[in-house]
């Protein structure tokens, strides 16, 4: 689209793919707008409106598309398979857990990788091993072969954008980066559940496992 020209929102009755528009929504707290749709499936859905036009369904289209997949490539239970339809359903699917971690932040897959034998083909030639994590660049960016490489879990853990930072002994750091700290007493598991328990975050990382003690749960 060229710099300069604001886009409208879909007319009602407008079709992308499954979905027909009906109307569009405000949501003031996030400042966005939506697009309300129903699909040809049955269900009503909701497209933040700068992703209308790659949203093709309300996340049908997915699973179906997934299904084909199982069927003709007989790789429903390889963990590459699982890799890719988990990044489709957190980008397209309204319904997914983690959908507004992705999708409703923008995140898509690029259209080349709808095609699971291409990110597969992908997936095999930039050094998958079957235990790392698909991981972006640009956590702002798409899932797409410019944006993407593969990772252990522990650094998935650390680039995440939901990883949680503690300030103690004078430097901040995420919980898996204080779970590697030579200082830390315990593992990253026992860090974190320190942490979901109120500890305060130098009591969590310098007491032994098996010494807790609940005068060290820091103040609320």
Same mark, same amino acid.
Request: proline share 5%; net charge positive.
């Given at each position: 689209?060229?710099?300069?020209?604001?886009? =409208?929102?879909?007319?009602?009755?407008?079709?992308?793919?499954?979905?027909?528009?009906?109307?569009?929504?405000?949501?003031?707290?996030?400042?966005?707008?939506?697009?309300?749709?129903?699909?040809?499936?049955?269900?009503?859905?909701?497209?933040?409106?700068?992703?209308?036009?790659?949203?093709?369904?309300?996340?049908?289209?997915?699973?179906?598309?997934?299904?084909?997949?199982?069927?003709?490539?007989?790789?429903?239970?390889?963990?590459?398979?699982?890799?890719?339809?988990?990044?489709?359903?957190?980008?397209?699917?309204?319904? !997914? %857990? =983690?959908?507004?971690?992705?999708? &409703?932040?923008?995140?898509?897959?690029? %259209?080349?990788?709808?095609?699971?034998?291409?990110?597969?083909?992908?997936?095999?030639?930039?050094?998958?091993?079957?235990?790392? %994590?698909?991981?972006?660049?640009?956590?702002?960016?798409?899932?797409?072969?410019?944006?993407?490489?593969?990772?252990?879990?522990?650094?998935?853990?650390?680039?995440?954008?939901?990883?949680?930072?503690?300030?103690?002994?004078?430097?901040?750091?995420?919980?898996?980066?204080?779970?590697? &700290?030579?200082?830390?007493?315990?593992?990253?598991?026992?860090?974190?559940?320190?942490?979901?328990?109120?500890?305060?975050?130098?009591?969590?990382?310098?007491?032994?496992?098996?010494?807790? !003690?609940?005068?060290?749960?820091?103040?609320?």
């Amino acid at each position: 689209m060229p710099t300069g020209i604001k886009r =409208e929102p879909p007319s009602p009755g407008e079709r992308v793919g499954r979905l027909v528009a009906s109307g569009t929504e405000r949501d003031h707290e996030r400042k966005q707008t939506r697009v309300v749709a129903m699909c040809d499936c049955g269900e009503e859905t909701s497209v933040l409106f700068r992703n209308w036009g790659r949203a093709k369904s309300c996340g049908c289209l997915q699973r179906d598309r997934a299904s084909e997949t199982f069927t003709k490539h007989g790789q429903g239970t390889s963990r590459v398979y699982k890799v890719w339809t988990g990044m489709k359903q957190r980008c397209a699917n309204p319904n !997914n %857990d =983690e959908y507004k971690n992705y999708g &409703d932040r923008g995140v898509y897959v690029c %259209d080349e990788w709808q095609d699971f034998e291409v990110f597969a083909a992908w997936a095999e030639e930039n050094g998958y091993d079957g235990k790392l %994590d698909i991981d972006r660049i640009d956590n702002d960016g798409p899932y797409s072969p410019e944006n993407c490489h593969w990772v252990t879990r522990s650094e998935n853990l650390r680039n995440t954008r939901r990883s949680r930072k503690l300030t103690a002994l004078g430097e901040t750091k995420t919980m898996i980066a204080w779970s590697e &700290d030579e200082r830390c007493q315990v593992s990253y598991v026992t860090l974190s559940s320190r942490i979901r328990r109120d500890w305060n975050p130098e009591d969590a990382i310098l007491t032994p496992k098996g010494r807790w !003690n609940p005068k060290r749960k820091a103040s609320s």
